[in-house]
């Protein structure tokens, strides 16, 4: 979907994107194989050749910043299937505060692997773990997460594109948090089902208290919040793309 995006070009809206498809104009590469041959409007010809041309270039090197400014939020969905190997899925746990020191835990799933960085132990490696990431998705990490992290991390540059899921999917109809939301779509927590925030809360004041058994249930709780986040993606993102396009997925987040 990434490829086929024109909303990023100045002077192009959704009209003309809509416009451009339908005279079979359905990529970057199409449009640049004949730059005069579609209408575009009055957009620029010449910027729009210059920024598709950049959007190639951008895709191939996987500059993740590039796209970053020219999607923002609204359409980050679109980049997903593109940054995908580059991307993580993103969740924090707090001790309820709301201060830089607030945060208690971040987990990370790639996909492959899950990690989950400890206050007091390991969460300062944090700006070096998402060094190798070029997408971060969450659940309202617009809302909570980021700004909470920002907070505890003040010079880290945040410069990932940033799918977040929440607004995504209440676009597409589906309100209500995360935990609602997996119930929707069949996702099971297995044993932390029926835990959420206020007891993420409760498990680390226990664990601070020397019960090490709350810290291992609170690491279970965080794992699946952000494992589901992937599953949750490629919902999102066949939902959008059909909403979009009318395209029928192909089954594989492309």
């Known amino acids: 979907m990434l490829r086929r995006t024109f909303l990023h070009v100045p002077g192009l809206g959704q009209t003309t994107e809509r416009l451009l498809w339908d005279q079979g104009c359905l990529t970057w590469d199409h449009y640049l194989a004949e730059p005069t041959a579609y209408k575009i409007g009055g957009a620029d010809r010449g910027l729009v050749k210059e920024t598709l041309a950049r959007s190639v270039m951008a895709v191939e090197a996987q500059e993740h910043q590039f796209f970053r400014d020219a ?12 940054f995908r190997p580059s991307c993580v ?13 607030a945060v208690t835990c971040v987990g990370l799933f790639d996909g492959e692997k899950f990690q989950c960085l400890l206050k007091d132990d390991d969460l300062g490696q944090l700006p070096d773990v998402l060094s190798h990431y070029g997408m971060v998705v969450t659940f309202f990490g617009l809302g909570f997460d980021i700004p909470m992290l920002r907070k505890a991390f003040p010079y880290l540059p945040f410069d990932h594109i940033h799918l977040d899921l929440c607004p995504l999917l209440k676009r597409l109809g589906h309100r209500g948090g995360l935990k609602k939301i997996e119930r929707e779509f069949g996702i099971d927590r297995g044993l932390t089902d029926g835990l959420d925030g206020r007891d993420a809360i409760r498990l680390w004041r226990n664990y601070q208290r020397g019960d090490d058994s709350a810290l291992e249930l609170l690491v279970a709780y965080n794992r699946q919040d952000v494992v589901n986040l992937e599953r949750l993606s490629q919902i999102a993102y066949d939902k959008a793309l059909v909403l979009e396009t009318g395209a029928v997925p192909a089954g594989n987040g492309v």
């Open 71 to 82: 999607l923002g939020s609204r359409l980050a969905w679109r980049a997903w299937p593109e």
């Open 89 to 101: 899925y993103l969740d924090i746990e707090t001790d309820g505060g709301f201060g830089g020191d």
